[in-house]
T-cell receptor
Framework: AQTVTQSQPEMSVQEAETVTLSCTYD???????LFWYKQPPSRQMILVIRQEAYKQQNATENRFSVNFQKAAKSFSLKISDSQLGDAAMYFCAYRSPNTGNQFYFGTGTSLTVIP | ETGVTQSPTHLIKTRGQQVTLRCSSQSGHNTVSWYQQALGQGPQFIFQYYREEENGRGNFPPRFSGLQFPNYSSELNVNALELDDSALYLC????????????FGPGTRLTVL
């Protein structure tokens, strides 16, 4: 089974600064999808950003961008101009088209935004 | 368009009991997935239902079972509860044509004493 590792249980950032959350994964497949999900204290998971492995260009969604290094099996999330509302648990996730519907999640990184 | 809803919000059971959790999918979504999120962990895939049949299962024993109804709402049933079943249970709905577009509910917090 694929594994997803988030080595930073907790991170903090000053408001308006930039923070990078790390994620690595283990797979033997060449085609797959990677995700970052945000889980605020209210618990509802929200998709932040998605990356298709066959795309070389890093995905960007407003203040959120990723650094996808396929050879290194690394998928980090950069949050620019951090806002208080960014405080949440962030989960990295992997999905293979071969297993269709099964997502594999990391253990999460708790992000604190300091005013 | 309504989002994914789950009920109840919280539930307390004792070991050995049975529990049923409910999920209402986002309007138009035909698949539902269930996840178990233990404290301090990421969600783990339990199973998914499409067209009222299970079409994918994670590493969970048979005492975890589910149903999907014609209106795409879903139930997760857990028999013979164990202390380790204490967790947040999340459901997520999507279209079978687009698994990447999963929408999660707020979850049900189950405590087994």
């Amino acid at each position: 089974a694929q594994t997803v590792t988030q080595s930073q249980p907790e991170m903090s950032v000053q408001e308006a600064e930039t923070v990078t959350l790390s994620c690595t994964y283990d797979t033997s497949e060449s085609d797959y999808y990677l995700f970052w999900y945000k889980q605020p204290p209210s618990r509802q998971m929200i998709l932040v950003i998605r990356q298709e492995a066959y795309k070389q260009q890093n995905a960007t969604e407003n203040r959120f961008s990723v650094n996808f290094q396929k050879a290194a099996k690394s998928f980090s999330l950069k949050i620019s101009d951090s806002q208080l509302g960014d405080a949440a648990m962030y989960f990295c996730a992997y999905r293979s088209p071969n297993t269709g519907n099964q997502f594999y999640f990391g253990t999460g990184t708790s992000l604190t935004v300091i005013p | 368009e309504t989002g994914v809803t789950q009920s109840p919000t919280h539930l307390i059971k004792t070991r050995g009991q049975q529990v049923t959790l409910r999920c209402s999918s986002q309007s138009g979504h035909n698949t539902v997935s269930w996840y178990q999120q233990a404290l301090g962990q990421g969600p783990q895939f339990i199973f998914q239902y499409y067209r009222e049949e299970e079409n994918g299962r994670g590493n969970f024993p048979p005492r975890f079972s589910g149903l999907q109804f014609p209106n795409y709402s879903s139930e997760l049933n857990v028999n013979a509860l164990e202390l380790d079943d204490s967790a947040l249970y999340l459901c997520a709905s999507s279209l079978v044509e687009s698994y990447n577009e999963q929408f999660f509910g707020p979850g049900t917090r189950l405590t087994v004493l």
